[in-house]
């Protein structure tokens, strides 16, 4: 099986800093993409930013110029550094990624369980 571990959520004053972690693990032969979501309460599940084995990246037009997301492909670990955090990012952001679990191209999702961002004074 493959998992994704998750860590650095928490608590931060708007204008603060966190930064996520998510670390694959289990029976992976690649990874094609990585990417965080994120779903406040009411709201549908959003992409927040991705990242490609190749270092192409992708953000959501919210977030664009406050967070960047990054790949340790030794690590098979996900980093998403969020800088000047405003209420609005508060949410249950997830962790994905698309693997190969075999030579075999066909990719497959994994989901992280989700750490809650909360942006508050």
């Known amino acids: 099986q493959v998992q994704l571990v998750e860590s650095g959520g928490g608590l931060v004053q708007p204008g603060g800093s966190l930064r996520l972690s998510c670390a694959a693990s289990?029976?992976?032969?690649?990874?094609?993409?990585m990417a965080w979501y994120r779903q406040a309460p009411g709201k549908q599940r959003e992409l927040v930013a991705a990242?490609?084995?190749?270092?192409?990246?992708n953000y959501a037009d919210a977030v664009k110029g406050r967070f960047a997301i990054s790949r340790d492909g030794a690590k098979n670990t996900v980093y998403l550094q969020m800088n000047s955090l405003k209420p609005e990012d508060t949410a249950v952001y997830y962790c994905?990624?698309?693997?190969?679990?075999?030579?075999?191209?066909?990719?497959?999702?994994?989901w992280g369980q989700g750490t809650q961002v909360t942006v508050s004074s």
């Open positions: 994905n990624a698309a693997v190969r679990v075999n030579a075999i191209t066909t990719t497959y999702d994994y």
């Open positions: 990242i490609t084995s190749g270092s192409r990246l």
């Open positions: 289990g029976s992976i032969f690649s990874i094609n993409a």
